[in-house]
């Protein structure tokens, strides 16, 4: 895969790296497309993130990230709404080309999980005339069913692709390996995914075995058991032409090498193995 495509998204070298840190050191390493996470835009201010965006000639191909809907009183509903439209406006401020939509789970105390993924539709639909108005896509990721309970009830690609269908215009699908290669559907949902003209991203990473933490230990891509080319010949095949992103956390080990490394190494498995 050409190292245009190459995006690095700064969960990747969060550890290492302040986001200016990683604008620079991006940019050092021929790395021309990055996709940040909101609390490292905090961290540096939107004004001076956007002023190092166009002073170094990045391009953002996704802020990670809007999402958590489900709620359990108004109150709740007003927070999560109100994150979300400033989540889109921070999108918008950087040139984002999509806002990354982590969904949530159930409401605390709740065990109502139908309930939790018709608030999600809900919400998505009260921020989306607002997501139209600032040209921003909200990019719907399925999250794998371990994180059901906490982090997303969207769980699978059919399910995000049912949501863009009841939603339309406006929204589409973040496809992240780490989360759906074990679907045994994944191959005709992304085809029905691209015929629609939704995907807005792709998410490299690789599963390892054994993981020793279900959240902070992917792997590097061919350290683990995806079968990467496969699945990026399926998102090709279904036209898309974007970004890919490397988005690895690794609290046993990424996270714990110099972050040029990290780079150095990711832009070598992803000619090799992508």
């Given at each position: 895969?050409?190292l245009?495509?190459?995006?690095?998204?700064?969960?990747?070298?969060?550890?290492?790296?302040?986001?200016?840190?990683?604008v620079?050191?991006?940019?050092?390493a021929?790395?021309?497309?990055?996709?940040?996470?909101?609390?490292?835009?905090?961290?540096?201010?939107?004004?001076?993130?956007?002023?190092?965006?166009?002073?170094?000639?990045?391009?953002?191909?996704?802020?990670?990230?809007?999402?958590f809907?489900?709620?359990?009183?108004?109150?709740?509903?007003?927070?999560?709404?109100?994150?979300?439209?400033?989540?889109?406006?921070?999108?918008?401020?950087?040139?984002?080309?999509c806002?990354?939509?982590?969904?949530?789970?159930?409401?605390a105390?709740?065990?109502?999980?139908?309930?939790a993924?018709?608030?999600?539709?809900e919400?998505?639909?009260?921020?989306?005339?607002?997501?139209?108005?600032?040209?921003?896509?909200?990019?719907?990721?399925?999250?794998?069913?371990?994180?059901a309970?906490?982090?997303?009830?969207?769980?699978t690609?059919?399910?995000?692709?049912?949501?863009?269908?009841?939603?339309?215009?406006?929204?589409?699908?973040?496809?992240?390996?780490?989360?759906?290669?074990?679907?045994?559907?994944?191959?005709?949902?992304?085809?029905?995914?691209?015929?629609?003209g939704?995907?807005?991203?792709?998410?490299?990473?690789?599963?390892?075995?054994p993981?020793?933490?279900?959240?902070?230990?992917?792997?590097?891509?061919?350290?683990?058991?995806?079968?990467?080319?496969?699945?990026?010949?399926?998102?090709?095949?279904?036209?898309?032409?974007?970004?890919?992103?490397?988005?690895?956390?690794?609290?046993?080990?990424?996270?714990?090498?110099?972050?040029?490394?990290v780079?150095?190494?990711?832009?070598?498995?992803?000619?090799?193995?992508?």
């Amino acid at each position: 895969m050409p190292l245009e495509r190459l995006s690095m998204n700064l969960a990747t070298v969060r550890e290492q790296w302040t986001f200016e840190e990683a604008v620079v050191g991006c940019r050092e390493a021929g790395i021309a497309t990055i996709a940040p996470w909101r609390d490292q835009l905090e961290h540096c201010g939107i004004a001076r993130a956007r002023r190092l965006i166009s002073d170094y000639g990045m391009s953002i191909s996704g802020l990670c990230r809007g999402g958590f809907f489900p709620y359990d009183g108004a109150r709740e509903r007003r927070a999560a709404v109100d994150d979300n439209l400033r989540a889109i406006e921070e999108a918008a401020a950087i040139g984002a080309g999509c806002l990354v939509l982590v969904c949530g789970g159930l409401p605390a105390g709740s065990r109502n999980i139908a309930g939790a993924r018709e608030q999600i539709e809900e919400l998505i639909s009260k921020i989306l005339p607002e997501a139209r108005s600032a040209g921003v896509p909200l990019g719907i990721e399925p999250l794998h069913p371990m994180y059901a309970a906490d982090r997303s009830c969207v769980n699978t690609l059919a399910q995000a692709n049912d949501l863009c269908d009841l939603l339309g215009e406006g929204v589409g699908v973040v496809i992240d390996l780490y989360h759906v290669w074990w679907d045994p559907r994944l191959s005709g949902e992304i085809a029905r995914t691209g015929e629609a003209g939704r995907i807005l991203g792709l998410h490299l990473c690789d599963w390892l075995v054994p993981t020793r933490d279900l959240a902070t230990d992917r792997g590097m891509m061919g350290d683990g058991i995806i079968d990467i080319p496969l699945v990026r010949g399926w998102v090709d095949r279904a036209g898309y032409k974007g970004a890919c992103e490397v988005e690895i956390f690794s609290a046993l080990n990424w996270w714990k090498r110099p972050a040029g490394e990290v780079l150095e190494v990711a832009k070598q498995r992803f000619v090799s193995v992508c």
